[in-house]
Each structure stands twice: as structure tokens, then as C-alpha cells.
């Protein structure tokens, strides 16, 4: 699954918080309300602190050192704990990466890895699927509960074999061989559609 | 993709790009006329929102649209985009130039659809019509019961003859569609039609409440309109349960923003469906250009005449036409300005909104009532969720 990394690919990484997130205090704990799909998560007093210091600007290293400085902890101690904390709030959907997205694959790519295109909304609906919308552009699709699972494991970035792996352990019964086939073809789509993009190198 | 079935002209989304010459900037390509051809029709239903006249039974053309000058509102639209036709009435099969007038537009390289009752297409006709441009037919039966049907249609007879002209159109190798006006009379022979239209061999099967205009206002006055309940219970019936079980294609228009997910994606996964008022105009059996069938009913929805005025400066510069493309371009009122589906939507049906609140570009009745009742979907809103404070 993308973003588990152990090697830390991502401290070079600006985060920011998405636009579309509301975010409540209760003491040590928060809540934080994804408006788009209307759910909620619940986040502990550390998370919330890098939330402040994920402002676009820092790396995900920068925000360690930031966050080791302020708990007065090693920065070795924490390094580990505080990077997979972001990854997995950029996983849930809670804050995304500062990544340019092409449309267009480009020889210095390399293995390609998708993301969904942050100015996409993402309105998931029960279980039957969900709509995906783009107000700058006014274009909408409607995707079936598949799409839906390929568009929320892509809020971090993945490989079209990554994206394969995880839907086939969490659809009993599929073939690999068919879940490739979707995968590929709805990655096509939604890339020539603008709805998400392929990540470029920093 | 949206299937021609959802769209009342016809067409879908699968309208050639058509050359469009010389409009000024913001004016939209005319690629659709809808052609009233006769303002009459053998049929009284009781129903019907454009009161065509009638004489006991008898075929009534009423006024129909001159020949000639449909000649020269052709030649004057195609360099403006026009590249279909969509043919209703009236009974359009009552005008008595019809199969000149289908072969001119076939000539004329132009698309054609059509709405008829269907009663008065003989074999001759529909194979004829299958040698022409004609891509769609839909026609009406209200009732898998023959007395029923005779009932809502006002004349005797009217639902062996719609059988016998569908049966022809199926064996000349259409795949008619059959549409169903639904009140309360009849809603609960809805599925019972679709077994009908499957054993005639009709392509796909819509169902579009009586509406309280023309002759439908008196059906609404006492009572048989379906509620705004019932009719989303009868679209969701219709495009869940129903379609599930019969592999006969069926339609019920609401607005998108009413539908569920698993709705839309039944339908291609398209939000589209309705008309596509930008670029249609409506041309009566008395000649007067309008923006549809509903100039019969509101003096002030027809826009000139043809013959008398220019059909281009009319589609370019009159004031009702401009304003409808200035607020559909605009931010568009109340809940509308706030729903995701705004940019295909556009407002639904336009002259309902009209018959209802004296706009064209308003709320559609059934997205405000949802609105006013909290029903309309947070998930459809721009704005979901977005109240609660940010980090």
C-alpha cells in the first residue's frame, strides 16, 4: 500500500491541510470533519500540532524537526512516528501532498505513481459509488463503489500495481487478471479527464 | 453519455458538432428546431399540456406550419448550427405536407426525431420513415388497459390504433419509444406497461408525469397530479427496482440532483437529460418562433413570426432568449447556485419553471420543494459541509 514507506521518500514533501476540512477542538483530542465525503476522524494532540505546522511550506522533515523542538524530544525518536502520522492523514484524507500532476506521462517518470487530483471533490454515497466533481472546471462523474475504492486509495500517491494489490484484498473473489483490466482502464479515464494526474518528480 | 431516451428531443449528447458561421460571441449554435408542425390532433387527452384542437374525434390539423416558410427557416438556420429536428404537434402526422416535409429534412441532411400518438402511422408510413433521417420515434400509450387508455385519450379506439402504428414502426425496424403520462389513475399499471412495450418490441419505455399545464391543470385542480412524494417514489421505482427486473431501457426525468448514485450510474453515470434549451427553438403550427411547446400557452414565450420576422436576429437579439443565456451563464438563484449539477442540469425544464414562477431560469418546483423540506442532498451542494470552522 502506497504511503507506508519505511525509506521516507516523503520528508522531502510539503503537506498542507485540504480545503475542504473543518476541524473541531476538544481538548487533547480533535475531530476533524472531511465536508466533501462528510466524514468524520478523530486525532490525537500531536497530529493536531502538525496540522498548524503543515502549511505548505515545510517539508515533512521541517515539520519533525518543528515538532521534535516543541515536544523537546530527539528528533531520531520521533522521526518515524511523526512522518507515518502524516502519511496516514494524508491517507484519510485529512491533508495532501504539494505535488505537481501531469496529465501526460514523461520519460524521466520512471514508475509512475498517481494521485487524485486535489481539486476534485470526492461525495462518496452509501455504498452505491459516488461522485466526483470539479468545481473549477464544472465537470462531474459519477463512479461506481470500485472507482469509488481506487479514488480513496489514491489520496496518496500509488502504483497502478499498488492500486491492484489493494483492491484485490479487499474484493473477495475478483480475478487479478479483471481487477487490472478496471484499474487500468479507470486510471486512463480519469487521467485524460483531468480527475487525477500523475505525480511528477520534485 | 446521456441515452436519447432522457432528453426531450431525442438526441442525447450524440449530436454532430455543427459548422456554425457568423453568430456573435455568446450567442449559442441553434441546432435544434422542435416543429410543431399542426396546432390540432385526432386525440383529446385529457392531460395534454399543449390543447391542440379537436373535432369529435376526427383528425383536426388546426393551423400547420407553411411549407415554405419552414423551407426558408431551414435555409436560414443551417449556417447558425442547425443540424436536427425534432417533430410534434399537435399530432405532427396531421399536417398534410408530412412526408414531404420528412423527405425535405432528410434532404436537407438534418437528424429527425419524432413525438406522435402513433394512431394514424400505417405500414407505408413507418417504412417510409425508415428510408428518411428519422433516428428516434416516441409515442404515447398511458394505459396497458385499451378502455383505460381510450379513457385518457378522449376517443374510442385510440389504443388499437397506437398498438397497430407502433406494431408498424417495429416491423419497418424502429425500436419506438412509449411514453407514459402518469397521474394517479394510472401509476399502478406502470409496470404492467412495460411488459406491454416489451411484447411490442419498443426500445425503451418514459415516464413523464402530467403536469399541471394546458389541459394537465385541470387533472392537477382535482387532484389526480402526483405529489411531489409520489412522483420521486415513482422515478425511484421506476429507475431501481424496475429497471433492475425488465432489460427494456426506462427513463424518469428529475432533476439529477434527486437522483441516487446508483440511479445515475444505471443511466451511463450522466447528469445530463431534460432538453438543451440553449440551443433548441420552438417553432408553432401558426408559424410564431418560440421556445417551445409552452408559447401555446404563454403569448410571452413566443418571440415572432415566421415570414415576418428574421429567425436570425430573433435567435440572436430578442430580449427573452438573451436573458435566459445571461442568467444560465450567470450565477443561478437559490439552490441551484449551490448544486453540483447546475452546469448540465441548467435549471431542468425551463418552461415548467416558467408555468410555475414566471422565470425561466429558477429553481425547478421539484428541487425547491426538496429544498424547503431539508430533502435536498448535502452531497449535492458546492458548499457540503463547508459551515464548520477550518484549522
Known sequence: MAGKTGNFDALTVRFCLRNDVGIEDFGDRSLVLLCDSMRLREIN??????????????????????????????????????AEAMLQMERQGIVRRMVKLATERTEDMGE???LVNPDVSFRPEDDDGAILFNADSDSLEVINPTAAEIWSCLAAPCTQAQVVEHLCSVCDGASQGAVEKDVSEFLDSMVKKGFIGMVEKP | MTHAADTCDGLGESLPAPIVADLPEGVPALRTFYLYLSTGCNLHCR????????????????????????????????????????????EPVLHPEFLKISDFLTAENLRITMETNATLVDQDMARHLRETNFSFIAASLDSPDPGQHDRIRGVKGAFDAAVRGLSALVAAGF??????????????QIEALIELAMSLGAGSVKFNPVVASGRGAEVHRKGQGLSFDELLEMTHRVRGPLQDRYSIYLSAMVPPALLTVRELLRHG????????????????????????????????????????DSLRRVWIEHPTLRRMRQDLAGQLPGVCGDCLHAGRCQTHCLAMNYEATGRLVNVSPLCAEAERRGQFPSTRRISCGREHPAA
Open chain 1, 45 to 82: 494532540a500531536l497530529a493536531r500540532k502538525l496540522l498548524v505546522f503543515a502549511d505548505g511550506g515545510r517539508t515533512l522533515h521541517e515539520i519533525v524537526l518543528r515538532a521534535a523542538g516543541d515536544c523537546g524530544v530527539p528528533v531520531q525518536e520521533m522521526l518515524h512516528s511523526i
Open chain 1, 112 to 114: 509512475i505513481k498517481y
Open chain 2, 47 to 90: 392531460h395534454c399540456w399543449i390543447t391542440p384542437t379537436f373535432v369529435n374525434g376526427k383528425p383536426s390539423p388546426g393551423e400547420c406550419i407553411d411549407f415554405e416558410l419552414l423551407k426558408a427557416a431551414v435555409a436560414e438556420a443551417k449556417p447558425m448550427g442547425l443540424s436536427s429536428v425534432k417533430l410534434t404537434g399537435g
Open chain 2, 175 to 188: 425500436k419506438p419509444q412509449i411514453i407514459m403520462s402518469v397521474d394517479r389513475e394510472n401509476v399502478h
Open chain 2, 269 to 308: 453515470g450522466s447528469d445530463g437529460g431534460c432538453c438543451h434549451v440553449r440551443n433548441i427553438l420552438g417553432i408553432l403550427g401558426t408559424g410564431e418562433m418560440a421556445l417551445c411547446g409552452i408559447g401555446r400557452n404563454i403569448p410571452e414565450l413566443c418571440f415572432g413570426m415566421l415570414g415576418k
